[in-house]
């Protein structure tokens, strides 16, 4: 083993998100980091753990009793966790809980198979997809009585198949979906279009995940991961292909770096692979779990934390994130 390959990443295996080791982990199916960067929430079955960053000491485990947890994510003022998932073929949930009390704030069974997906337009507003087909837009008033705080604004639907992602874009009112389908999905916000914007279909897999660039950009950048073995990165409101990288095995998560200039990319083979974003080239690929990785985050200190079938956390710090 070369030197390059030892330094290629420290890996971090410092706790475990459910049970004890000697039994089976139910698998990790959602990441989110606290709004102030010092807590890492995980997502199992029908419950949310809650541990320090980044010694990943658990602090909290709370049942939500949602079913099969898919994903969590703050709002943008960080006062309320969304949290989504629900039972396949029955119904899809959301709950909104304050933060950090867990209070209930609100919630909806209106999906009728699990959502997979959630994205916070705003502190009010927010988006769910599910294995429905459908992409449905929500409005929530925390100053009205809980039986009207939540308000079904629209219905997306043209996806043929399970929507699996979601990534909104609030300064330029769009959301982009994806799933099942291979195809991406550009929504505009006029309340009355039945139609998308623009379909983006260069994939010719699924469609696992999106993720948004991070910081101010002339024109917004989209990276998606497909089944075909690919991670692209689109220009959508313009419905421009930019560039693409491929991968020896099929990419599930994305995660960008806070500087959004490097991505991090969860694989079917528990590696984590570092992309250049201007490059697309990949830098690293580093050890991090046993199994599928469900769900990949980005910290402040430019590290990453990668979960998923072993139901394992995991901190990596990426060699060039160390100099």
Not at 254 to 266: F, H, T
Request: hydrophobic letters at 45%.
């Amino acid at each position: 083993m070369n030197e390059r390959s030892l330094v290629a990443g420290i890996v971090w295996f410092l706790g475990v998100l459910a049970a004890p080791a000697a039994s089976a982990q139910p698998p990790v199916t959602a990441l989110a980091f606290s709004p102030a960067g010092d807590s890492l929430v995980s997502g199992s079955q029908d419950a949310i753990a809650i541990r320090t960053w980044p010694s990943l000491a658990k602090a909290a485990l709370h049942n939500v009793e949602i079913g099969q947890i898919q994903d969590i994510q703050f709002s943008p003022d960080g006062t309320q966790l969304l949290i989504a998932g629900g039972n396949p073929s029955e119904f899809g949930e959301w709950r909104i809980v304050g933060w950090p009390d867990l209070n209930l704030v609100a919630s909806s069974r209106q999906h009728n198979d699990v959502i997979h997906s959630v994205a916070w337009q705003s502190n009010e507003q927010f988006v769910t997809a599910a294995a429905d087909h459908e992409v449905i837009q929500w409005n929530v008033d925390r100053q009205q009585r809980p039986e009207h705080r939540v308000e079904l604004r629209r219905r997306l639907i043209g996806h043929s198949r399970p929507v699996l992602c979601l990534e909104a874009f609030p300064e330029d009112g769009l959301i982009t979906s994806a799933g099942v389908d291979q195809s991406i999905r550009v929504w505009g916000s006029e309340e009355n279009a039945s139609k998308p914007l623009r379909i983006l279909d260069n994939h010719t897999g699924i469609v696992r995940d999106l993720a948004r660039r991070p910081g101010d950009h002339a024109i917004p950048i989209l990276a998606s991961a497909g089944a075909d073995r690919t991670v692209r990165l689109w220009q959508p409101t313009i419905g421009r292909l930019v560039r693409f990288a491929r991968l020896p095995v099929e990419p599930l998560a994305l995660a960008w770096s806070a500087d959004g200039k490097q991505l991090g990319v969860a694989c079917i083979d528990g590696k984590l692979r570092i992309v250049d974003a201007s490059t697309v080239q990949i830098e690293q690929t580093l050890d991090a779990i046993d199994g599928w990785a469900y769900a990949l985050v980005a910290s402040r200190d430019g590290s990453f934390a990668i979960a998923g079938s072993d139901g394992v956390a995991v901190r990596i710090v990426p060699n060039s994130r160390l100099k």
